[in-house]
């Protein structure tokens, strides 16, 4: 499965009909705390009073999730994933719930209706889920909430463990800090004979809370040619449509430019570890 025509259509729906799902899951915890499935005419009462969460994140985080799901199950690979979005909690959870570990700490969050609207329900309430990922979170190592340090921890935990891959999903608006700015230079400390990889994805939505960001402002050129010179090689993935047709070709785009990273970096470390340079 090495080309943009490799995902069939069973594939391709079931990946879709999943990020959907973890899409509604989002944004139901940001916003709802009663009538979770619109089941009535939506109320004024059926709001949450206060919205934490940043919606704009949500489908991004889901799309990798989804994609990183389909490299791991096809692929075997142990994996890491470092989010670092802000308020990019709804997501995370979603998928948590969705693929059953959730349910596994609390028991009450199995999967069905009931387990669906503790869920949203718990979201940004006292004694839930905070709008940033936090030490009951399964799987959680690091306490979010301060912006900027996603892809060196994702470095950290890839040093002297050759069999790690560590995704590493960037926000835009993250991006701007000092302490990314600085991380992208680490891919040039990492040894691909003894050490993991780091497979850093930028979710480029465009917007932080007050303006465009930085990445926004740049063409898809642009950012070619600064990540070249970091030393990446680049794929862009666009998912801006709605339609059955638009989403099926960015899921094959994703899934091609997945498949392509992940193949380069088996062969870099193939080489590397029989004693060749690259």
């Known amino acids: 499965m090495n080309n943009i025509d490799s995902l069939h259509d069973d ?50 985080i889901n799309f990798v999730y989804t994609h990183l799901n389909r490299l791991i199950r096809h692929k075997r690979q142990i994996s890491l994933l470092v989010t670092g979005p802000g308020h990019g909690a709804p997501a995370n959870l979603a998928n948590l719930y969705l693929e059953g570990t959730l349910a596994e700490f609390y028991p009450e969050l199995s999967h069905g209706k009931a387990g669906a609207e503790r869920l949203i329900r718990m979201f940004s309430t006292p004694g839930g889920f905070p709008s940033h ?101 680049v794929g862009i993935v666009e998912a801006w449509g709605d339609t059955v047709d638009e989403r099926a070709e960015a899921h094959r785009r994703m899934a091609a430019e997945l498949d392509k990273a992940y193949g380069a970096i088996g062969l870099i470390q193939e080489a590397m570890r029989r004693g060749q340079i690259i």
């Open 11 to 60: 594939e391709f729906r079931a990946l879709d009909m999943y990020w959907r799902a973890a899409n509604y899951l989002g944004v139901a915890q940001i916003y709802l705390r009663d009538n979770c499935f619109l089941t009535d005419r939506l109320r004024p009462e059926h709001i949450k009073p206060r919205l934490l969460g940043h919606w704009g994140t949500v489908p991004g």
């Open 133 to 233: 990922l936090n030490p009951g979170t399964p799987g959680c190592i690091h306490e979010g909430g301060e912006l900027g340090y996603a892809l060196a921890t994702a470095f950290g935990a890839a040093f002297d463990n050759p069999d790690l891959l560590a995704p590493c999903i960037v926000g835009d608006g993250e991006a701007e800090t000092g302490p990314t700015a600085t991380a992208w230079h680490c891919a040039k400390y990492l040894n691909p004979a003894k050490d993991g990889a780091v497979l850093p994805i930028l979710h480029l939505n465009h917007y932080k809370i007050s303006s465009v960001t930085i990445f926004g402002a740049m063409t898809n050129e642009e950012l070619q040619d600064l990540f070249r010179g970091y030393g990446y090689a």
